[in-house]
Nanobody, 118 residues
Framework: VQLQASGGGLVQAGGSLRLSCAAS????????LSWYRQSPGKSREFVAR????????EYADFVKGRFTIWWDISKSAANLEMDALSAEDTGVYYC????????????WGQGTQVTVHW
């Protein structure tokens, strides 16, 4: 399975961005898609996750009510709508895929930069 992240960019505080993580290859092996981020000077942290079959969602507390994740089955992509962005949301966002046989975070896409400015 290969993951391709896209959608990052520069946005003003209070604005919105939509990230997409497109999966290719043996996508039937994907059990979940997650987004993580790494802000300057910080460790990588969990942002959101969705299971590909049941559509169960999980969010980090700091994004609840602002970010929405969903699975586009027609495109085999996990999208992350990010609203009410602040400077603290700046970082490199990575998507990862869980394999139904091998467990969580087996597959990783390249990061996409999100920069929020005042």
């Amino acid at each position: 399975v290969q993951l391709q992240a896209s959608g990052g960019g520069l946005v003003q505080a209070g604005g919105s961005l939509r990230l997409s993580c497109a999966a290719s290859g043996d996508v039937n092996r994907l059990g979940s898609l997650s987004w993580y981020r790494q802000s300057p000077g910080k460790s990588r942290e969990f942002v959101a996750r969705i299971t590909t079959r049941a559509g169960n969602m999980e969010y980090a507390d700091f994004v609840k009510g602002r970010f929405t994740i969903w699975w586009d089955i027609s495109k085999s992509a996990a999208n992350l709508e990010m609203d009410a962005l602040s400077a603290e949301d700046t970082g490199v966002y990575y998507c990862s895929g869980g394999d139904i046989f091998r467990g969580s975070n087996v597959y990783w896409g390249q990061g996409t930069q999100v920069t929020v400015h005042w």
